[in-house]
């Protein structure tokens, strides 16, 4: 397994244990991986797309200057990504060349979106394809919606009653397609229906600004999820937690990954029940599930806060 970790300060490639740097020159947004092909979004360089494995990094003309929030592949390998101000481009070439959307900025919620850090915009924070239709993704806005499309991008399905308005991931599962996980500002959301109802099962939880969640591959009832009190403690101040919640059950807190300088994890879910979790405390792997966990690397900078993570066989 390789891992592709995401911080501010550049992108380190794990395998076996090693720890390599790659693009220390830019800052990191998100990660995405298709075979060879690895793509990194940074916030002032655009896209860096591999083509040997994460080896070597080139730019991306179409996205010389943009910032890059969200990367995303489809399951027919469409490779999607989200900008700041909110936009989704699509690529059918690998990542070579990219093009826009309709615009997400059409909605008619889009008047109510904001970045409270920056409350003059707004980008997409996550996207997520559909397991089982290339055509159908789950675009989440920071802040203020969750939005679908079923044709690409080509319309775009308005955010419900109900549903998330700051989700920071969306997870999905192959064995459950219709089913999607939302860790959220406002809490943590589940939809059963591909996002036209929503629950918050959050009994348990002693945290509600959610930042990441993942569903193990073997169950898709097995979730783990990180969380916080609020945006300071998960980016910056620390006190960060990771929960676990099997089906029938509430929300428990694993202390394997704890303290109070973590930051909130990036989650991922690997082969069976295994999940990683990235963090300033280091790639941490658990086989059962979220139960027990195991430090797999720290190579970086321990104050900084991860920005994204995936995975290669």
Do not use: Q
């Amino acid at each position: 397994m390789k891992a592709f970790c995401a911080f501010p300060s550049g992108l380190f490639v794990v395998e076996d244990g090693e720890v390599r740097e790659r693009l220390g020159d830019v800052t990191p947004t998100c990660v995405a991986v298709s075979g060879d092909t690895v793509c990194c979004g940074t916030s002032d360089a655009g896209i860096r797309r591999s083509v040997d494995g994460g080896e070597s990094f080139h730019r991306v003309a179409d996205f010389e200057r943009a910032h890059v929030t969200a990367l995303a592949v489809g399951p027919d390998g469409t490779w999607w990504a989200g900008t700041e101000p909110s936009a989704l481009y699509r690529s059918d070439d690998g990542g070579r060349a990219w093009r826009e959307t309709a615009p997400l900025t059409n909605l008619d919620s889009s008047d109510e979106w904001s970045f409270p850090p920056r409350p003059d915009t707004h980008h997409v924070r996550w996207v997520r394809p559909r397991p089982d239709d290339g055509d159908a993704l789950a675009v989440a806005i920071e802040a203020g919606a969750l939005v679908r499309t079923t044709d690409g991008g080509d319309t775009w399905r308005e955010r419900v009653p109900g549903g998330p308005l700051d989700a920071h991931t969306i997870a999905t599962h192959p064995g459950t397609p219709d089913r999607l996980y939302a860790a959220a500002g406002d809490g943590y959301h589940e939809s059963p229906d591909w996002g036209e109802t929503w629950e918050t099962p959050e009994s348990g939880l002693e945290h509600t600004y959610c930042w990441s969640v993942a569903a193990t591959e073997r169950d898709p009832d097995t979730r783990v999820l990180s969380a916080a009190s609020g945006p300071r403690a998960a980016h910056s101040e620390g006190g960060a937690a990771v929960y676990r919640r099997e089906a029938g059950t509430d929300w428990t807190r694993v202390p394997a990954i704890s303290g109070d300088d973590l930051l909130a994890p990036v989650l991922a879910a690997g082969a069976g029940r295994t999940v990683y979790a990235l963090s300033n405390h280091g790639l941490h792997r658990s086989t059962d599930g979220g139960r027990t966990w195991r430090r797999v690397a720290l190579g970086y900078a321990p104050e900084e806060r991860a920005t994204g993570l995936a995975l290669a066989p």
